[in-house]
């Protein structure tokens, strides 16, 4: 385990969306009380059903979450990486997982127990208004997605979605937004609920129509709006 003041990794807490509302003094509240814990390739960091009691961000590696149905077979729902967090709804109670967390290869996590959250908020509450009002921005977005999900077209869903991964992984240039996505074009498809193949055309589409350029396999330019 590493405290913040340690810490040397690439992303700090304090800098992901979730946190991005918050004043310096909110977000040294917030580190002051990180774990940093290591977990090496395939170690659970929890199982479905356990109750999970701490709000984690990946500091480092990937992640994959995951469900196994009756007869064995595994469904990888998401995948993620540096920036991205689970388990929000630990910042007010315990609350059971709904997936399987697994380190996708030796990654770190920074977490926050409930209890201490719990506490902070109740002390200050300027910082359970702007937790909450990220989190409702993230409802509000996922609502969005599932009413869209059968009645847009995948090239919209999908710029949608590169949008969103830019709020953490992205930053402005002169012609829009730089993204480095977490995520390459298998896993956008299992996010979207189509085949690799469906995303490959999709990008295509979206680079031809001057919507995006692509400059690596996980590396985009989104063109402003």
Not at 60 to 83: H, P, Q, S
Not at 139 to 162: D, K, T
Not at 207 to 222: A, N, V
Request: charged letters at 25%; a neutral charge.
């Amino acid at each position: 385990m590493t405290t913040c003041a340690h810490c040397q990794a690439p992303l700090c807490i304090s800098k992901i969306h979730l946190f991005k509302r918050l004043t310096p003094t909110q977000q040294h509240l917030i580190i002051h009380h990180v774990d940093r814990r290591a977990y090496p390739k395939g170690t659970l960091v929890g199982q479905e059903g356990e109750a999970m009691d701490r709000f984690s961000i990946v500091n480092t590696g990937r992640f994959k979450a995951y469900t196994v149905n009756e007869d064995g077979k595994m469904k990888v729902l998401d995948y993620w990486g540096i920036g991205s967090f689970f388990g929000q709804n630990a910042l007010f109670e315990p609350t059971p997982l709904p997936y399987t967390v697994e380190a996708a290869e030796d990654s770190t996590l920074c977490t926050i127990d409930s209890s201490t959250m719990r506490s902070l908020m109740t002390q200050y509450p300027d910082l359970a208004w702007s937790v909450l009002s990220e989190l409702s921005g993230r409802i509000v977005a996922l609502e969005n997605e599932l009413s869209h999900l059968q009645i847009e077209p995948l090239e919209r869903r999908l710029m949608g979605l590169l949008w969103t991964l830019s709020d953490d992984h992205g930053k402005p240039v002169e012609e829009g937004r730089l993204l480095n996505s977490p995520l390459n074009q298998e896993e956008l498809a299992m996010r979207l609920g189509v085949s690799r193949e469906s995303v490959n055309r999709a990008l295509k589409k979206l680079e031809s129509d001057r919507k995006l350029r692509i400059l690596k396999p996980k590396s985009f330019i989104l063109y402003k709006m």
